[in-house]
């Protein structure tokens, strides 16, 4: 209804009108408007896909649930953005930038058109990249601009990464294969070919086969095309085959070809693939093996090896010939096949049982048992085995040897007879050889009690007898004529040789008996140097010969026995003065070695040398180069032989260099540290025996202070 006023000519309201309109059907039509804008609404919220809405100038007016999950923005932040804003991070499929310019958005608002499957990557804050394909219309409404609609496709777009990645792979792993890989079509038109196919083709053909052309003639000659049509077509026919046949560029090769049919999505063959390799390494080994599998035949046979299979699942046994042989299988029981329970009628029954447990467990892959023979006759057998397996690891077939060692196992009974008669004989020997020892150390303690005897009874008379040729020859008592006096003298000399020389029996045997004490302590070899040359200077001087001594450096020290040291260089001095002529040299040099990690002693001298055949004897006890009775030099060469037990016992070495009429080098060679030793029961304390060689010096010397008490004489 509307009312309006109704006026006069003066403009006076003279009255009212009235106009009545039926609005029912406006009034059903704004219900239904009502309706579907409340559908469209759901639509909008719950459409599966993202949607946005924008205005002329691309600023964002609606967006939806989806929208809002897809881009990781919420909606009130949606609302506040441009469809082109530097808020977006957008990239292209490859991974690039992607313009404002290229949205797909922007595209239909600036073309005025449809614009569809624009596929991007919306990277958010997080850094994740969702994949979305991208929709957009532009709306012919006042106030709107264009509606947008973007599904997500990063499932699909990981899956062709994937798919690409996996292409890339395979595409490589064919195109730097060694064989030659190749298609054609239904035509014989090369379809693709990899790098190994077109350097091959082209060294045959002198140029590079293109996709598209022929594999046939012209291309190929027509002895090549009459060969390989009639092997397309097989394959064209749905046949997948193998075949071995000739290099056509290298003819001492052999290759292996490969075609089968390519079929289509509904299973239509539309062409062939094809490969071949070289196969003429494979094929040479293939003999080898073949020769070698004979030849260990033939090893087997001539070594009487039986050669057999066992399979678990029916328990049937497969023998060679040599196998039945060792049985005793008749021929008749062959044919049919032999199965478990003939082997197992065959086992001696005492050896059965384990024999069973080490096949059946899978035990120890050879074993040995017996076999009765259908004559009575007992075999021992040796059994050697391996088992093979299924894909899963279960056992399903052995096989494996088994040799007659009858004879051997006699043998071997008969070694252990023999050892044992052996054993019984090394017992009774070992029992004599222990009563030796006993009467030998018996005989030992004889000889020792004997030395010491001689130290008593025949070294104290001699150095009474020497002590009284000293007074004598210093005529104290009354005046000698000459002949009295060289006899005197010839007393003393003889007195003192035959005092030396029981020392050096009694130092020998003490040294290995091992009744020799070593006393480590710091050692000045300077000192004792000069000590060994002052004991024979004057030997040195009636004799004229002209004494050397050198030390480098001076301060140079050892730990060391010096007790155990100067006899040592006392013999060795001793020899170079008997064994060098009237006028000669001999000299004592001290140093040290040439990596600097011992101390070395030289003793050398220019007298008579030594013979090659006699410098590694000299050092055994008792040996002389000259053994006649009418020899011109004293001793019973115990000197040297105790000069090296002693050294080892120091822990060092002794060598010697010589020549004949040149003279000699004895150099001992010291550690500067002393090694361990054992020390003997009868070990003496170094002031006795320290005191017992001043005692030894004092007798041997002519000084007037060594007097007979009872003589009454006095110096």
Known sequence: MTVSAIKDVTGDVAGAAVILRDISHWKQTEEVLKVNLSKYASLFESAPMGIT?????????????????????????????????????????????????????????????????????????????????????????????????????????????????????????????????????????????????????????????????????????????????????????????????????????????????????????????????????????????????????????????????????????????RMCELYAIPQETRTPGIDYDIWRSRVHPDDLEVAELNLRNGGDSNTTFRIVLPNGQIRHIYSAYVVERNQLGEPVRMIGINRDVTAQKLYEQLLEDAN?????????????????????????????????????????????????????????????????????????????????????????????????????????????????????RKQVESKQLTAQFSVDPLDLEIISDATDLLPVLNKLLDNAVKFTPAGGKIGLVIGRNVDHAAATLTVWDTGIGIAPEHQMQIFTPFHQVDHSLSREYEGVGLGLAYVRAMVALLGGSIAVESELGKGSRFVVTLPFTPVEHKQSGWARSRAMRTGWLACAAYARSRAATRVAATTGLVT
């Open 420 to 536: 044992l008669e052996l054993e019984r004989r090394v017992a009774k020997r070992t029992a004599e050889l222990e009563s030796a020892l006993h009467e030998l150390k018996h005989a030992n303690d004889s000889k020792d009690a004997f030395l010491n005897a001689i130290s008593h009874e025949l070294r104290t008379p001699l150095s009474g007898m020497l002590t009284m040729a000293d007074v004598l020859e210093m005529q104290t008592t009354g005046v000698l004529n000459e002949s009295q006096l060289r006899y005197v003298r010839m007393i003393r000399e003889n007195g003192d040789r035959l005092l030396n020389l029981v020392e050096s029996v009694l130092h020998y045997t003490a040294l290995i008996g091992g009744r020799v004490r070593f006393d480590p302590a710091p050692c000045r070899l300077v000192e004792v140097g000069a000590m060994a040359l002052h004991a024979i």
């Open 53 to 321: 809405v924008t205005d002329q100038q691309g600023k964002i007016l609606e967006a939806n649930l989806a929208a809002e999950r897809l881009l990781s923005v919420p909606r009130t932040v949606h609302v506040q953005r441009t469809y082109d804003g530097p808020e977006w991070t957008i990239v292209r499929p490859d991974g690039t930038l992607m313009p404002a310019a290229e949205y797909a958005s922007v595209r239909a608002l600036t073309e005025n058109r449809l614009i569809e499957n624009v596929e991007m990557g919306i990277v958010n804050d997080a850094g994740t990249t969702t994949w979305i394909s991208v929709n957009a219309i532009p709306v012919r409404l006042p106030g709107y601009g264009v509606i947008i609609t973007y599904t997500d496709i990063s499932t699909r777009r990981q899956a062709e990464i994937a798919l690409a990645a996996s292409e890339a792979r395979l595409k490589a792993i064919i195109e730097n294969s060694s064989s030659n890989i190749w298609s054609v079509d239904r035509a014989y038109r090369l379809l693709a070919g990899n790098g190994a196919f077109e350097r091959n083709v082209a060294q045959w053909i002198g140029r590079k086969l293109e996709p598209g052309e022929t594999v046939l003639e012209p291309n190929f000659s027509p002895v090549a095309a009459a060969f390989w049509r009639p092997l397309y077509d097989r394959a064209l026919a749905g046949e997948s085959f193998v075949i071995q046949m000739p290099s056509g560029l290298q003819r001492d090769r052999t290759l292996e070809c490969r075609l089968n049919p390519i079929r289509d999505a509904a299973g239509d063959i539309t062409g062939v693939a094809g490969q071949t390799f070289d196969i003429t390494a494979r094929l040479a080994t293939e003999r080898e093996l073949r020769a070698a599998l004979q030849f260990q035949k033939l090893a087997a046979d001539a070594a009487g090896i039986g050669i057999w299979g066992w399979n678990f699942a029916d328990d049937r046994l497969d023998w060679d010939n």
